[in-house]
């Protein structure tokens, strides 16, 4: 049974992290990376380069809008499909542990279930709710 009384809190929590965690990743492409190492290591996986700035702006954006409970179901779905892209293009090859070199895929696949939980429930309270399927 579902707790209506705390849920939407559940989901809050959920969305905030998760819309925070998903800044900091944008930012160290950013950052760190750059805009163009960012586009250099997703050609050296075969795509193009752009798409880097793509997935970078996505994250970045959608790390907005899931902290605003703006459009919440379609940037969790669009930020764990994001995810499972990484774990099949990168992570899968380095094992199950994230401590393992070059990062297993343990912890995207976890982040990628809890985007689609979020996704799930809705953007819980306090969200802006743009949109009826928010």
């Known amino acids: 049974m579902i707790d209506t009384r705390t849920s939407p809190y559940a989901a809050l929590l959920l969305r905030i992290t998760m819309g925070g965690l998903f800044l900091a990743h944008a930012g160290l492409k950013f950052f760190v990376f750059t805009p163009a190492g960012t586009e250099k290591f997703f050609a050296s996986l075969g795509l193009p380069g752009s798409f880097g700035l793509v997935?970078?702006?996505?994250?970045?954006?959608?790390?907005?809008?899931?902290?605003?409970?703006?459009?919440?179901?379609?940037?969790?779905?669009l930020l764990a499909g994001d995810l499972l892209g990484a774990i099949a293009l990168v992570h899968i090859h380095n094992g199950f542990f994230f401590n393992s070199p070059g990062g297993g895929w343990e912890y995207p696949a976890f982040w990628a279930i809890a985007l689609i939980a979020l996704a799930l429930l809705g953007p819980g309270a306090f969200a802006l709710k743009a949109g009826p399927s928010s």
């Open 55 to 77: 997935v970078m702006g996505l994250e970045a954006i959608g790390g907005v809008a899931l902290i605003l409970g703006v459009l919440t179901r379609v940037f969790a779905i």
